[in-house]
């Protein structure tokens, strides 16, 4: 079966009227949606963020709310920046339940889920520079970021050694 064919010249320009105008259609539909994006992207980008990663103004609303989320982790983890404070509180967490075995037991436990969340939180951290994150930012801005991603990892791993050490400390319970 042939395709009926526009064979009169008014006809030609009812349909290109009518493709143009779906085409204009789209492309206001399309700017809507970026100024609708853009303009939460600037009231996210207000927001005091609380943790130890650096956001960005550049990125996008997915990469900013993963960033936020795996601030938020971090500050539920118990992140510290102060290591000393930090080993010197684990020690004392367990000095309450020694010589009570079952108590004793349920804060090993609990260290070792503690560790498993910071074992997932340094996969996060791992995910974001591996993602793409990195596109979206100037050179200076991926330095800014690798570099708090970074500090941030080494603190992480310098808790989890000091929760280990005082598990080690213990022998096995």
């Known amino acids: 079966m042939a395709r009926s064919q526009a064979s009169t010249p008014e006809k030609k320009k009812l349909l290109k009227s009518a493709r143009n105008r779906r085409c204009y259609e789209k492309k206001m539909r399309l700017q809507a949606t970026r100024e609708r994006l853009a303009a939460g992207n600037n009231a996210r980008r207000r927001e005091r963020v609380p943790g130890p990663l650096i956001l960005s103004k550049n990125l ?32 004392e967490s367990v000095l309450p339940v020694l010589g009570k075995k079952e108590q004793l037991r349920k804060w090993v436990r609990a260290q070792e889920d503690w560790l498993e969340e910071g074992k997932s939180l340094l996969a996060g951290m791992q995910q974001v520079i591996t993602g793409t994150v990195l596109f979206e930012l100037t050179p200076h801005e991926v330095g800014e970021l690798f570099h708090s991603i970074m500090c941030t990892s080494y603190k992480v791993q310098y808790m989890m050694v000091g929760v280990e050490f005082a598990l080690d400390k213990l022998g096995d319970v």
């Open 60 to 91: 996008s609303i997915l990469n900013s709310d993963e960033l936020r989320d795996l601030n938020a982790r971090l500050q539920a983890w118990g992140f510290v920046d102060d290591h000393a404070a930090f080993v010197a509180d684990v020690e």
